[in-house]
Nanobody, 114 residues
Framework: VQLQASGGGLVQAGGSARLSCTAS????????MGWYRQAPGKQRELVAR???????NYSDSVKGRFTISRDNAKNTGYLQMNSLKPEDTGVYYC?????????WGQGTLVTVSS
């Protein structure tokens, strides 16, 4: 099982970016998927998660600005990030899981400049 995340980079405050996470080696539709981030000097935190049934939850800090989605036909999940703030800076990780099993992708760095 591999998760390949992409889409990070340097973005100005107020700008947008879209992260992608493509899974291989699994039937993607059977798994929940989440995006987490780790800011410098802080613990990894949940940003957004979507279940295999399409139920979504967001952290309070990104509600109204970020949108998580998935395309099961492409084995890919997305995180659309709008109105980015400097405090959104961090390494973003995708995660897939179901009871008793989870996998993490490599992180992708998002840097938001003020």
């Amino acid at each position: 099982v591999q998760l390949q995340a992409s889409g990070g980079g340097l973005v100005q405050a107020g700008g947008s970016a879209r992260l992608s996470c493509t899974a291989s080696g699994i039937i993607f539709s059977g798994y929940g998927m989440g995006w987490y981030r780790q800011a410098p000097g802080k613990q990894r935190e949940l940003v957004a998660r979507i279940t295999n049934g399409g139920i979504i939850n967001y952290s309070d800090s990104v509600k109204g600005r970020f949108t998580i989605s998935r395309d099961n036909a492409k084995n890919t999940g997305y995180l659309q990030m709008n109105s980015l703030k400097p405090e959104d800076t961090g390494v973003y990780y995708c995660n897939i899981g179901r009871p008793g099993y989870e996998r993490w992708g490599q992180g992708t760095l998002v840097t938001v400049s003020s």
